[in-house]
């Protein structure tokens, strides 16, 4: 087996392949769970206690460590170029480059405001009312930045390969 | 103002006017 099958072959595939466990579960997050949430928060009683308990842990172990393949995949597939990417050093790897950055943010977004503010949602770490409102604020909206970031990031990843051939013959 | 991020439809049409910023961003860097 060649680096190159290595690190081109089995690399792109699995950096797809956590990038669609990721972003899939960070789809879920902000199209399904958010109103589901909502909804079961205005029935009397409330029934949103099965969502919280059963299925975000789960979903939330899965979408973090999803995000750091995703990542590793993605610098194992630069490898050398990854400077030239994320300084912009050749203009060929400049699509590849602001992918890579939105697809770091992202990165950053997860591990840094998304999972430590649902561990005070979901009780997994001790929090005040008034703390786990202002955690549920910044980790929506951590969230739904993501959401955003990750239309320009798709467009980025999927279209670097051919960006610079389209733009500079 | 509202916050875009709010709503999901604010928060797709937030990403798809970033996608042309950051594409003509990235024509621009690239000399093109």
Do not use: C
């Amino acid at each position: 087996m060649s680096m190159d099958f290595i690190q081109y072959g089995l690399g792109r595939w699995l950096h797809i392949y956590f990038g669609v466990l990721w972003i899939g579960l960070l789809y879920y997050f902000n199209f399904v769970q958010v109103d589901a949430l909502k909804a079961a928060a205005a029935d009397n009683p409330p029934t949103g206690a099965g969502i919280t308990k059963h299925v975000a842990p789960r979903a939330l172990f899965f979408f973090r460590w999803a995000a750091v393949l995703t990542v590793l995949m993605g610098l194992m597939m630069l490898g050398d170029k990854v400077d030239d990417a994320l300084f912009f050093k050749d203009r060929a790897y400049v699509p590849i480059g602001i992918g890579a950055w939105l697809g770091l943010i992202m990165f950053f977004n997860v591990w840094v405001l998304i999972w430590p503010n649902q561990k005070k949602i979901l009780g997994i770490v001790a929090a005040t009312d008034e703390e786990k409102a202002k955690a549920r604020r910044i980790a929506f909206l951590a969230s739904r930045t993501n959401t955003m970031l990750s239309l320009p990031m798709l467009f980025f990843m999927s279209f670097s390969a051919t960006f610079h051939r389209s733009l500079l013959g | 103002m509202k916050n875009p991020l709010d709503t999901l439809g604010g928060t797709l049409v937030s990403g798809l006017i970033l996608t042309v910023v950051l594409y003509f961003l990235a024509r621009a860097m690239m000399g093109a």
